[in-house]
């Protein structure tokens, strides 16, 4: 897992088997920093209290919490990383591409 900063956002980039998947780099339950965490196959572990969520759309695997993490779209472009990063006010499709 890598952490970046990234329109004044913190998120976590995990590289797995099924590619690379961006989310917000803070665990719902209590702030923790996801990116330091474990990450087995989808599954990322939270280093605090060990929440579990899916890095593919960031729904809870397992408890203490309860609120599932922002993802984000990613493709890559030219050898790049590219996330989708939702406006304020935006329409669902509309955001802001971050490198
Ligand atoms: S801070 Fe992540 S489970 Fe408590």
Do not use: K, W
């Not at 665990?27 to 990322?44: D, P």
């Not at 209290?49 to 993490?69: I, M, N």
């Not at 984000?72 to 591409?97: H, K, M």
């Amino acid at each position: 897992m890598t952490p970046v900063q990234a329109a004044g956002r913190d998120l976590a980039l995990a590289s797995t088997q099924e590619g690379i998947f961006a989310f917000a780099d803070r665990c719902t339950h209590a702030e923790t920093r996801m990116s330091e965490g474990r990450l087995r196959a989808c599954r990322i572990i939270c280093p605090l209290h060990g929440a579990s969520f899916d890095v593919r759309d960031g729904r809870v695997l397992g408890g203490p919490a309860s609120r599932p993490l922002d993802t984000y779209p990613v493709r890559i472009s030219g050898g790049y990383v590219e996330v989708l990063l939702p406006d304020p006010g935006a329409t669902p499709a509309g955001g802001t591409v971050v490198r």
